[in-house]
Every structure is written in C-alpha cells, then in structure tokens.
C-alpha cells in the first residue's frame, strides 16, 4: 500500500452528505424525495435488519413461489397484468430481457431514434436490426417526442419485424398515439413492447395520460423508484398479453439479474405497490393542484415558455404529464444546462435534467408546495440576471434533437464484438462506429454501434465536446477518439 494513502477518506460519502446538508430542493428522481414519500412501512422499518439473502421463508427472486410470487401477483392485479416480474437490475435489464425474448439474430426491431441507451444491451445480446423511426420534433421547446403511425404502418408488413418498442411518456413527459400503434401491432400480430420508465404513476388518476397497459401493449417496463415511491434501482416488467411468453422473459432475467438481489429493493416495491393502491389518487390530487399553482406562477416570468397542452396535439406529441414541467429558457438568452447549474449553485434546487433549450424538473408525489416555490422563485432571480446581463456572448449548444440519423452498415451486435481500434473524432468520417455514445441525460444515442460515422455526426459530436456535455457509452468521454470497427 503506498504510504500516502489515507484510507480514511470517503469521498462518496462525504459528497452524499454534502449535498444532504444542503437541504436540497429535489425535483428530480428517485420520486420518494429523500424519504418524505416513502411509504411508512419503509420509513419506519428495520432497513439493516431487512438487507438480507435468500433465507428460508423469503423466497428466491428466479423461482418464486413465495413472498415474492405473491408481492409479484399484488403488483400485477394492481395494474391489470397477466404477470409481473420485480427487477433490482432497473428497467434497463427489463428492456433488455424484452427484447431478447421478442427477437433472434437477424430479426428487425422497430423502434423510436430517441429510445434511452440501455436498448443496445437487448440488440447485442439478441442480434436484432434496429430500424429506427425519427420522432417529432416538439417545436419552441427541440425536444424529440413519439412517432407517427405512417412509417409503421410501412414497416410491420415486412417479413421479420419481430416487435415494436415504444417510448411512453419520453424523458420530457409527452406522450404519442400508443393506442393507435397498439391497434396496427395486433393488426399484424407484432408484439408491442413500452419502455414506461416515467409513467409509473399514470395508472392512478384521470388527469393524466392513460398508461401503456390500458392501451393495449404487451409487455411494460415501469422504473418504479422514479414516480412510484420505490428505491432507486427497483422496476418492474409487466406483460399484459401472451404475444410476449412469460418462460422467455424468465429466462433472460434469470440470465441478466443479479444472483444475490436486494431485499431492499424488493420490500420497497412491494410497499410502494401497497401505498400506490391505497393512496395514488389522493397523492395525485394533491401534487396536481401543486403543479397546477406552479405552472401559472412560471407563465408570469419573462423569458420562460412552461410546456402545455398548447403545443402538443399531433400523432407523435399528443399529450403530456404535467406532474413534469418543462421549461424553455432559450428567451433568457442562456441554455437549460447553464441554468440547471445555477438553479443548483445557487439556490440549492436540483432539476432532473437539463438540455441545450429546457431544463426539466419532477414533481413527484412527495414534492410539497414550498419546493416548488423555491422552484419559482430561483427562476425568476434567474430570468431577472438573465435580462440585466443581455448582449453578453453566449456559449453555443448543440440541440437535442442530435444529428440525422446515420446509415446502418451492420448490426448493434456484429459491431460491438469486432475487432476494434481508437481514432481521432475529427478522423473517423466513413468509419463504422464501434460504440454508442450519447449525451446524458436525456441519454438519446448520437450513434450506434455498427453506423457510419458521417459529416453530420462528426460536426454535433465536435459541438458536444466543445460545449462539455456529460456523455455516456464512449470509451473516450472527452470525444477525442472514437471506437471504430475494423
């Protein structure tokens, strides 16, 4: 052991504690908002105690026939499934489980360009072509949402379309028409498989968009430590017909999940589930009338633009969740990544994300009404600086509807098992991609693996390193090189 290391250190830790000491404003996720909306069962029970292993009488995550296959059977009641499986992985091992069950090497998977990241995992491990459909644009805001039916309804004709996945809601709480792509899935006995990450909570009141399940998919990923009151990490997968077979899902998650999974996790979706059913509607009512409050007070601000039912209406943007304010700061002159920054520095309120136009807060079940004031308030500081300080040379982002998309010369899974080598960005023109990269959040992929990279990538990956955004997926996040195949 070298004799400088001081092993007393924590630096994890002393950085959790920091930010806790700040009595943060939490407008982000996970949604139980440092506690206050965990069910009490979790709040007052025995957390040590409960961190366990499979024991007797505590069931066996792979093969359950106890506590959990009846905490599983609850939860699917709950939500009109034909079965539900717990996650500890996230929802990101659900979407990888759902695609290898839906699709062989060589099969086609249709799915939206804004699909988050963890998707590469199911075409690597299943082999399946992406073909992917361009979302809509949502205009005065950038930002990429669902997708229209028409192209669709061109592709699932096509011999060896194995599924369909959707987004529902995207990061930015819109949702398309999933009713109608659900009714051109059954046409052609396609499976519709939903990436729900965000709307855990839509099942539970009427003011929000109907969730997947109640319009018609097949299989659902809920991340239920995002707007459900679950411990970060904990998901669930429910399938709501036989077009998506139970064993095949079993089967990779038995493959893909940890083989010592967190009864923590589990206990907080089973208590998340108790406190959903008895109290959701309640909890909604009450974060409606917060949200409603908060939206008329950031109307008044000059500069600002709150996301509304206004601009939405078409087939890939019909609607939206409130509960998720989006605001567009690009009228204050400065971008949602340089406010998101201030929003925290300065007074201690902490967004969910934050992109080139709009910063994006959550307002969970939980969020009480003195955050979303601080929420207000910091912004119209904001807006004010912004407005004395107008003239002053701005840095340029890059948008986050991201390039066209490339070309597809292989598959995700051909690509990412090449051989492959590093080259410089601004040398990797014509190269097949050997790596996703995607700025995060929102965690749309720029490129995949087995893409050309083209003109178009080069020059938005260049404005992305040039303005330091966060990157996830390249093996060179400062974006000097670029993993190609050989």
């Given at each position: ?233 904990a998901s669930w997968l429910h399938l709501g017909t036989g077009r998506v077979q139970r064993e095949q899902v079993a089967r990779t998650l038995r493959l893909l999940q940890t083989s010592s999974p967190s009864y923590l996790l589990l206990a907080s979706l089973d208590a998340a589930r108790q406190q959903l059913a008895r109290h959701g509607g ?205």
């Open positions: 052991m070298p004799e400088n290391s001081n092993q007393m250190h924590i630096p994890l830790i002393d950085s959790l504690e920091k930010y806790r000491r700040r009595n943060p404003v939490r407008l982000h996720v996970p949604g139980h908002k440092g506690g206050q909306a965990l069910s009490p069962v979790m709040r007052q029970g025995d957390l040590p105690g409960w961190d366990v292993t499979e024991l007797e009488g505590l069931d066996d995550l792979h093969n359950p026939d106890g506590a959990i296959a009846a905490a599983q059977q609850l939860a699917a009641n709950l939500y009109g499934a034909r079965h539900t499986f717990f996650l500890v992985n996230g929802t990101t091992v659900g979407i990888h489980a759902l695609i290898s069950a839906t699709c062989a090497e060589g099969d086609m998977l249709v799915l939206p360009r804004n699909a988050h990241r963890s998707v590469l995992g199911g075409l690597v491990l299943s082999g399946a072509r992406p073909v992917f459909l361009e979302p809509e644009i949502v205009p005065e805001f950038g930002f990429a949402a669902g997708f229209g039916k028409d192209r669709l309804k061109q592709l699932l004709p096509r011999r060896g379309v194995a599924a369909v996945l959707a987004v529902h809601p995207c990061y930015y709480g819109v949702v398309g028409d999933l009713a109608g792509v659900s009714e051109l899935c059954r046409r052609y006995s396609v499976p519709l498989i939903v990436d729900e990450a965000h709307g855990t909570h839509l099942r539970f009141h009427p003011a929000l968009p109907a969730d997947a399940l109640s319009l018609g998919a097949d299989a659902v990923v809920q991340s239920v430590h995002k707007t459900g009151g679950a411990f970060t990490q309640d909890m909604l009512d009450e974060l409606l009338e917060i949200t409603q409050e908060t939206l008329r007070e950031l109307t008044r601000i000059p500069g600002l633009v709150v996301l509304g039912k206004e601009h939405l209406g078409t087939c890939g943007a019909l609607d939206h969740d409130p509960t998720r304010l989006v605001v567009s700061v690009k009228g204050l002159g400065l971008s949602g990544y340089e406010v998101g920054r201030r929003l925290a520095a300065g007074y201690g309120v902490y967004v969910e994300m934050a992109d080139a136009f709009n910063v994006v807060a959550v307002l969970a079940p939980g969020t009480g009404r003195e955050d979303a004031r601080a929420l207000v308030r910091a912004l119209a500081d904001i807006s004010l600086e912004a407005r004395r300080d107008a003239g002053l040379p701005r840095v340029v982002i890059p948008s986050p509807a991201g390039p066209p998309v490339p070309p597809q010369v292989t598959t995700p899974r051909r690509a990412w098992l090449s051989p492959q080598r590093s080259v410089p960005l601004e040398e990797s023109r014509g190269r097949v991609c050997g790596e996703i990269i995607a700025v995060y959040p929102p965690g749309t992929a720029i490129i995949y693996p087995g893409e050309e990279i083209t003109p178009e990538v080069i020059e938005y990956l260049l404005q992305v390193r040039a303005s330091g955004l966060h990157c996830q997926g390249a093996a060179d996040p400062a974006l000097r090189t670029v993993r190609v195949a050989d």
